[in-house]
T-cell receptor, first 115, second 114 residues
Framework: AQSVTQLDSQVPVFEEAPVELRCNYS??????LFWYVQYPNQGLQLLLKYLSGSTLVKGINGFEAEFNKSQTSFHLRKPSVHISDTAEYFCAVTRSGGSNYKLTFGKGTLLTVNP | ETGVTQSPTHLIKTRGQQVTLRCSSQ?????VSWYQQALGQGPQFIFQ???????GRGNFPPRFSGLQFPNYSSELNVNALELDDSALYLC?????????????FGPGTRLLVL
């Protein structure tokens, strides 16, 4: 089974500052990794995903994440945040082979961008 | 192209009652997955339907059941509601069963059990 730990439940930052949201996973098999964003009163939207290939993955809205297999991490970064990035961010994992229909999510990190 | 829609948006039930939640998948998507998101938690996988058959299930009791219709829309049914069933219920549609296919989420149905 896979599991995800999001190390920070809340991250406050000022507008235009860089941000890193941390995600560690646990799995005995190879995995796919995802970051989703949830704006207030909305469903989840995919930011980016790692399936294979380059360990640096670029997503929408200027976000990127780096897959580090040795540290079992998949941290999300943005060099300069905007007020509109205020939302809940979820890291998710699934096994890469076989029946990989099930996403396992972390508990989320609330990013609050202050003016 | 319409996105994933869910109905109703909010629902209040009492313990012991039954509830049906509905999901219309994105056009062309044949797979629907359901998740439960308790307050302050990440979504938890309930089950997935592919071409009208259950394709996989998470750690939820049998009183959580589902259906998928020929047009690929889906229902989540919960019997004998418990207080802990209070949550946001999300459905997600995709082109196939593997999560390498991007899942598109609806806005959710917020269920409160009193």
């Amino acid at each position: 089974a896979q599991s995800v730990t999001q190390l920070d439940s809340q991250v406050p930052v000022f507008e235009e500052a860089p941000v890193e949201l941390r995600c560690n996973y646990s799995s005995s098999v190879s995995v796919y990794l995802f970051w989703y964003v949830q704006y207030p009163n909305q469903g989840l939207q995919l930011l980016l995903k790692y399936l294979s290939g380059s360990t640096l993955v670029k997503g929408i809205n200027g976000f990127e994440a780096e897959f580090n297999k040795s540290q079992t991490s998949f941290h999300l970064r943005k060099p300069s945040v905007h007020i509109s990035d205020t939302a809940e961010y979820f890291c998710a994992v699934t096994r890469s082979g076989g029946s990989n229909y099930k996403l396992t999510f972390g508990k989320g990190t609330l990013l609050t961008v202050n003016p | 192209e319409t996105g994933v829609t869910q109905s109703p948006t909010h629902l209040i039930k009492t313990r012991g009652q039954q509830v049906t939640l509905r999901c219309s998948s994105q056009s062309g998507h044949n797979t629907v997955s359901w998740y439960q998101q308790a307050l302050g938690q990440g979504p938890q996988f309930i089950f997935q339907y592919y071409r009208e058959e259950e394709n996989g299930r998470g750690n939820f009791p049998p009183r959580f059941s589902g259906l998928q219709f020929p047009n690929y829309s889906s229902e989540l049914n919960v019997n004998a509601l418990e207080l802990d069933d209070s949550a946001l219920y999300l459905c997600a549609s995709s082109l196939g069963t593997g999560v390498a296919e991007t899942q598109y989420f609806g806005p959710g149905t917020r269920l409160l059990v009193l």
